[in-house]
Every structure is written in structure tokens, then in C-alpha cells.
């Protein structure tokens, strides 16, 4: 059973930059995707990007300039680089794995993080 746990989040100055990492335990199947969402108070959760697993990389138009996804340096992790950060950026971040490949719908993805919670103040 695949297991998610999220690390990197904090509290930053706007313009700040953070890293996250999503650290993945368990045998991950052939064909997946691995993703980073968020979640602000009051709001539903946003995709971010996603890598699936022959490399595919997509970011929604909000983080195409400021985010990039990739494998971590370690093994079996999945970064969030994050430069340029906003006010609005503050959030809980999660990533997911879903056991095929798709885009950004949450219901799609069936295992999740406990989420970092990133803070960037004004």
C-alpha cells in the first residue's frame, strides 16, 4: 500500500521561495500520477501540477511561471519548488497519487498526504 507524507511547508515573506517534498512509501504501481494540490480556508481543493509516471508534466495557468514539479533528489519523492510566493498562496498542500494517468480532478486520486501547511505573509 502506497503511503504519501509531505514535508517543506512554513511560513515565508511575500516573494519567498519554499520546497516541498512528498516522500513516497510502498510499491507505487506501473501507471501512475503523482500530483500537488492545496487548500485554503473556505475554499475547495485547487490542483496544482502533476507528473505521471513516463515523466508527463502539466501545471494549471496560475503556477506555470512560479512552481515546478519533479522527482526529488532523493529517491521515491516528488518536489514542489515554489519561488515568487503570494499572500494567496496560503495554503495546506497535499500531494496524491492516482493508479492511472490523469490531470487534476481530485476525485481521481485515492491515496493522499497529511498535508504541509505553507504561510506567506504581506
Known amino acids: 500500500q502506497v503511503q504519501l507524507s509531505e514535508s517543506g511547508g512554513g511560513s515565508v515573506q511575500d516573494g519567498g521561495s519554499l520546497r516541498l517534498s512528498c516522500a513516497v512509501s510502498?510499491?507505487?504501481?506501473?501507471?501512475?500520477?503523482m500530483a500537488w494540490f492545496r487548500e485554503a480556508p473556505g475554499m475547495e481543493r485547487e490542483g496544482i501540477a502533476f507528473?505521471?509516471?513516463?515523466?508527463?508534466?502539466r501545471y494549471e495557468d496560475f503556477a506555470k511561471d512560479r512552481f515546478t514539479i519533479s522527482r526529488g533528489v532523493a529517491a521515491n519523492t516528488v518536489d514542489l519548488e515554489m519561488n515568487s510566493l503570494k499572500p494567496e498562496d496560503t495554503a495546506t498542500y497535499y500531494c496524491a497519487m492516482a493508479p492511472r494517468w490523469t490531470r487534476l480532478r481530485p476525485s481521481d486520486y485515492n491515496t493522499w498526504g497529511q498535508g504541509t501547511q505553507v504561510t506567506v505573509s504581506s
Open positions: 510502498g510499491h507505487l504501481p506501473e501507471i501512475y500520477t
Open positions: 507528473i505521471h509516471s513516463d515523466g508527463n508534466i
